[in-house]
């Protein structure tokens, strides 16, 4: 399934009025990971109140420990103090990676902003090498634009 085709029913699942916000998130994730056959793992994590760090909201794919990450560390980290999109093509040559699986070989993570401010991001693991483009960057972003209207 393509990105054009996944928009409508990203939307249609954040505008279900009967979920939490949290369930709309994990429906998300479930979408892009179940339609999308290079995101083998799809998380949202939200900045940890007033702590230096995130913590997983929402996710589909195989459960993680990582569910605190401190600011700074590996690349959700990384991108929660950078502010700017992060894509890596191959996960051996980071050497601030966090190693969730052994099966990752790249990953993506796209900060999501409320009124100018990065309060979290969307983080995607690949179990294939290099496989996101720039159209996966404009699509990820524009479903944080959409979850950040129902924040």
């Known amino acids: 399934m393509h990105f054009p085709e996944l928009k409508p029913q990203v939307q249609n699942i954040l505008n279900q009025e009967n979920l939490d916000v949290k369930d709309k998130l994990t429906q998300v994730c479930e979408l892009l990971e179940q339609n999308i056959p290079y995101y083998d793992w ?82 995607i693991d690949s179990h294939t090498e290099d496989p996101f483009s720039h159209e996966d960057e404009l699509f990820l972003e524009w479903v944080n634009q959409k979850v950040a209207e129902i924040l």
């Open 42 to 123: 799809v998380g949202f994590y939200f900045k940890n109140g007033d702590k230096e760090e995130l913590k997983l909201k929402a996710f589909a794919g195989e459960p993680t420990d990582h569910e605190i990450i401190p600011f700074g560390k590996g690349i959700c980290g990384q991108v929660a103090v950078s502010n700017k999109n992060f894509v890596v093509p191959d996960v051996k040559n980071q050497s601030n990676y966090i190693a969730c699986s052994i099966y990752v070989k790249a990953e993506i993570v796209i900060p999501l902003f409320v009124n100018g401010e990065n309060i979290g991001q969307i983080d």
